[in-house]
């Protein structure tokens, strides 16, 4: 017999906040994915991804300094990074950190016909070993919720902490160069998408990390699946926006013909 156990006594440890970013991350239909016949064969990849990129980022980061959290709760990730100080040059590096993370998890599900979506705050937080809460956490997760499509959308209040305005973080972040353009702003494309700055996943497609023949592949993966998504209900409007998003940026010449085909155009 199993005998109820109770504590007369809990050891109660204070805990306090940190001022941190928060990226609370989530798979659009994992649901569905999961219940389906190939649900083994999607949450190995899933798994396998997301661990091989976190690794990697916290790998990376951790050896300049930074202070790189994740953790992975089903199909939802939160990742947070802790500024040194409130120099606003710290956290243009933190975020550009984050970002190019984020850029890293969501283009390489992407590729996988995994779609994320999510939100990045700033606020009070508190990660813990085998927990994460806080204002920061919560915020992330509204944003998470209003971003709707397949994006990662920031707080508009974020641009305060580096000295810029709303809708201004593209132009700290970002690099002179368009392999550097790891936000999405409406200065990015033809056409404003949203009146919301979100993470720009599509910079590895003309990144000179990656090879020739991986950004061939994985741009005919990707122009496949939303092609055929465009016509799958009930997430046909989730890639009629990605078809719109990857439209609007200027790729080279090989991606382009790839996209050309397979792609809604914005007028």
């Known amino acids: 017999m199993i005998k109820n156990t109770s504590l007369e006594s809990v050891s109660i440890e204070i805990l306090t ?11 659009l239909g994992f649901r569905n994915c999961i219940l389906g016949p190939e649900s083994e064969e999607i949450a190995s990849v899933y798994k396998s991804t997301i661990d091989e990129c976190l690794e990697k ?8 300094g930074f202070d790189f959290k994740a953790q992975i709760m089903s199909d939802s990730i939160v990742i947070a990074m802790t500024p040194n100080s409130n120099q606003p040059d710290e956290h243009i590096n933190i975020l550009k950190c984050l970002s190019m993370a984020i850029c890293s998890i969501q283009f390489h599900l992407a590729v996988n016909d995994l779609w994320l979506r999510g939100g990045v705050s700033y606020g009070k937080c508190k990660f813990a070993e085998n927990f994460v809460f806080g204002p920061a956490l919560i915020a992330a ?3 998470e919720k209003i971003a709707s499509y397949p994006r990662v959308i920031f707080d508009k209040n974020i641009g305060n902490n580096i000295g810029s305005g709303e809708m201004e973080l593209a132009s700290k972040i970002n690099g002179p160069s368009i392999d550097e353009e790891w936000v999405y702003s409406k200065e990015s494309g033809e056409n404003a998408l949203s009146d919301f700055e ?30 055929k998504g465009i016509n799958r209900l009930p997430f046909s409007d989730k890639y009629i926006w990605t078809s719109k998003y990857l439209s609007s940026i200027n790729f080279q010449k090989e991606v382009k013909e790839i996209f050309k085909p ?3 155009y914005i007028n």
């Open 17 to 27: 906040y940190d001022q941190s970013y928060v990226a609370f991350l989530d798979i």
């Open 57 to 64: 980022s916290s790998e990376i980061y951790k050896k300049h």
């Open 141 to 143: 997760i509204e944003l």
């Open 198 to 227: 979100f993470i720009n996943y599509a910079v590895f497609l003309h990144h000179p990390a990656s090879s020739h023949k991986y950004v061939t592949e994985s741009s005919k993966k990707i122009a496949d699946f939303v092609k």
């Open 262 to 264: 397979n792609l809604i």
